[in-house]
Nanobody, 118 residues
Framework: QEPLVESGGGSVQSGGSLRLSCEAYGFVLTRYNMNWFRQVPGKERELVAGITYNGNTNVADSVKGRFAISRDNDKNRAFLQMNNLKPEDTAVYYC????????????WGQGTQVTVSS
C-alpha cells in the first residue's frame, strides 16, 4: 500500500469543480504539513496549496480564490477543493506530506489526473 493515495481527479469542463482527496496509510497525518502539487509534462512540479499541521493555509497566486485546501485529521485525509477550473489547471496533482517534527521526512502520492476542457 502506498503511504498516500489521491482520488477525485477526472475530466471536467471549464468552470467546473472537483474535490481531490488524499488519504494516508500506515501513518497518522496529525504532525504532518500537507501540500498539493501539480505537474504538466515538460514542466517542473508546482506547489498549489499547503496546510500546516496546525491548520495554517496558503495557496498559489494562480489558484487563489478558486482552490482551497483543508484537512480532516480524524479521517487521516487532506483535501483540495477546486472551483471555477480552467484549462490551464490541467495537470497531474500530487499529495505530499512533510513531517513537522524532528528528523524531517516526507511522503508522496502517485498522483491523480485532472483534465479541464474549454
Amino acid at each position: 500500500q502506498e503511504p498516500l493515495v489521491e482520488s477525485g481527479g477526472g475530466s471536467v469542463q471549464s468552470g467546473g469543480s472537483l474535490r481531490l482527496s488524499c488519504e494516508a496509510y500506515g501513518f497518522v497525518l496529525t504532525r504532518y504539513n500537507m501540500n498539493w502539487f501539480r505537474q504538466v509534462p515538460g514542466k517542473e512540479r508546482e506547489l498549489v496549496a499547503g496546510i500546516t499541521y496546525n491548520g495554517n493555509t496558503n495557496v498559489a497566486d494562480s489558484v487563489k480564490g478558486r482552490f482551497a485546501i483543508s484537512r480532516d485529521n480524524d479521517k487521516n485525509r487532506a483535501f483540495l477543493q477546486m472551483n471555477n477550473l480552467k484549462p490551464e489547471d490541467t495537470a497531474v496533482y500530487y499529495c505530499n506530506a512533510v513531517y513537522s517534527g524532528y528528523l524531517e521526512h516526507e511522503y508522496w502520492g502517485q498522483g491523480t489526473q485532472v483534465t479541464v476542457s474549454s
